[in-house]
């Protein structure tokens, strides 16, 4: 497919739209030794972090139980704290003999996450939590209350080997993988914030019955390069409770820069989660400077696996596209993009616009809103349902593309250490 816009090749128009690209403002590309963009998918070893009951499966939870001397039927009463009154603290589990809480809840629900700090924003509707993992590694998740859900956005990573440029996170690389029980304890240590009251917005007093609707793999991480880990977390949070999180596989979004193959093998698994890809441009001449990962992946490849995600699975698909001034948001990509879609197929996908979120040093801006309008009128007109993603927490660094850990957050969590 030709990628010259329709008015280019009809010598329209009379004046030239300005086009930014990463690397005429100044970015360069890291290489690999081979030449092509560096792209780190190993994590790097690090020691492992220990292993939690939400690492193990329910017959693996009570074989580890009976390792400890104690009896199997154990495992399900810590889950049961675990996953439904979200606690790992003894002294709560009165229904465990006092003389086994101790060692059992050593043995099984080792901390995870120490919490580093937790800025709010939006009246108190917005928290972002910053967490010191085992070895000192640092992640983030943050907690947003909208109207009938209470959204958490989780990390899968600590830092991300992707490299995109305007993603704070990506630009300080691969710290990680995180462990499947890391994950989880976010929900889990949210649930156990919003239970005690701790999340804003709600009028009445009583917060008992509340919990985390929605998850979305959109804080630090491309979570389809931890493939195994996250889907083992997936399976967790759907999981009925008491073994699990009881949640709804289509509140949980996993979001990817297109790694088509693991794109591929997730529509296999019959989760069906929401899928969402982050395109950013529609042409592979600029997406292979936004997404390094499109050195592997083309566009279309990406767009095909997208389609095939929805054909597997029956759900409909988001396209991720962070409008950048001058960048890629210009009028002709809007159609070129709306093209490649509809190429595929009707009602099968929809867009997902969102204004960049300013990272620390970065040259680029977001869109004029004029040039948003335009940009999300045009996909629509052409028949595909697009909406304006609201973006919260900017104000404390919790936005997309906004998570990575500062020198600031460094030293409290060495402070704390
Ligand atoms: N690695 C995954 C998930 C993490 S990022 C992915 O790339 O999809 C979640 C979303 O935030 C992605 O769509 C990502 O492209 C977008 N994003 C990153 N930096 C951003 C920024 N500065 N402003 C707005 N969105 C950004």
């Given at each position: 497919?030709?990628e010259?816009?329709a008015s ?9 739209a300005a086009q930014?690209?990463p ?5 360069t ?13 190993a994590?790097p070893?690090?020691?492992k ?5 939400a ?26 704290h675990?996953?439904?009154?979200y ?12 003389g086994?809480r101790?060692?059992l ?12 700090r937790?800025?709010?924003?939006d009246r108190?509707?917005?928290i972002k ?9 640092l ?6 209350r909208?109207?009938g859900?209470?959204?958490l956005?989780?990390?899968?990573q ?7 440029p305007?993603?704070a ?6 710290t ?17 914030l919003?239970?005690e ?10 917060h ?8 979305v ?5 491309e ?5 195994k880990?996250?889907m083992?977390?997936?399976r967790?949070?759907?999981?009925p ?10 509140g949980?979004t996993?979001s990817?820069v ?17 899928f969402?890809?982050s395109l950013h441009?529609?042409?592979?001449q600029l ?7 499109n ?10 696996a997208?389609r095939?995600?929805?054909e597997?699975t029956?759900r ?8 950048i001034k ?11 993009l ?6 595929r ?8 616009p969102i204004?960049?979120?300013?990272t620390p ?7 004029d809103?004029?040039v948003?309008d ?12 697009t909406?304006?993603?609201d973006t919260?927490?900017?104000?404390i660094d ?16 060495a402070?704390?250490a």
């Amino acid at each position: 497919m030709s990628e010259t816009p329709a008015s280019a090749r009809s010598g329209a128009p009379a004046t030239r739209a300005a086009q930014v690209r990463p690397a005429t403002e100044g970015w360069t590309q890291k290489k690999d030794a081979e030449g092509r963009p560096l792209l780190q998918f190993a994590s790097p070893k690090r020691g492992k972090p220990p292993v939690h009951l939400a690492d193990l499966t329910p017959p693996e939870r009570i074989e580890k139980v009976k390792e400890l001397g104690l009896p199997g039927f154990r495992a399900k009463q810590l889950a049961t704290h675990y996953f439904t009154h979200y606690t790992s603290d003894p002294a709560h589990m009165t229904d465990l003999p006092a003389g086994q809480r101790d060692e059992l809840v050593a043995g099984m629900l080792p901390p995870l996450l120490t919490e580093v700090r937790r800025l709010e924003t939006d009246r108190g509707d917005t928290i972002k939590f910053l967490w010191r993992l085992h070895d000192g590694a640092l992640v983030e998740s943050v907690l947003m209350r909208y109207p009938g859900r209470i959204t958490l956005c989780v990390s899968s990573q600590a830092g991300c080997g992707m490299n995109c440029p305007f993603c704070a996170t990506g630009q300080a690389g691969l710290t990680r993988n995180m462990s499947t029980a890391e994950i989880v304890e976010q929900i889990v240590r949210a649930n156990r914030l919003i239970t005690e009251g701790g999340l804003g917005g709600k009028k009445a007093d009583d917060h008992s019955m509340e919990r985390v609707s929605n998850i979305v793999f959109m804080g630090m991480g491309e979570p389809l390069a931890n493939y195994k880990r996250v889907m083992d977390a997936v399976r967790v949070m759907v999981a009925p409770q008491p073994e699990g999180l009881g949640m709804s596989a289509r509140g949980i979004t996993v979001s990817t820069v297109g790694l088509v193959p693991a794109i591929n093998k997730l529509a296999d698994e019959d989760i069906p989660v929401t899928f969402a890809l982050s395109l950013h441009a529609p042409d592979d001449q600029l997406r292979d400077e936004l997404i390094p990962v499109n050195s592997r992946w083309k566009v279309d490849e990406a767009l095909d696996a997208a389609r095939r995600y929805f054909e597997k699975t029956g759900r409909r698909v988001s396209i991720e596209y962070a409008l950048i001034k001058d960048m890629n948001d210009h009028p002709w990509r809007a159609d070129l993009l709306a093209e490649k879609l509809n190429a595929r197929g009707r009602g099968w996908v929809h867009v997902n616009p969102i204004p960049l979120n300013p990272t620390p040093g970065s040259i680029w801006t977001a869109s004029d809103k004029d040039v948003q309008d335009e940009f999300v009128r045009r996909l629509n007109d052409a028949g595909i349902p697009t909406t304006l993603r609201d973006t919260r927490g900017k104000e404390i660094d919790g936005a997309c593309g906004q998570l990575v850990a500062t020198t600031e957050d460094e030293a409290a969590a060495a402070a704390m250490a």
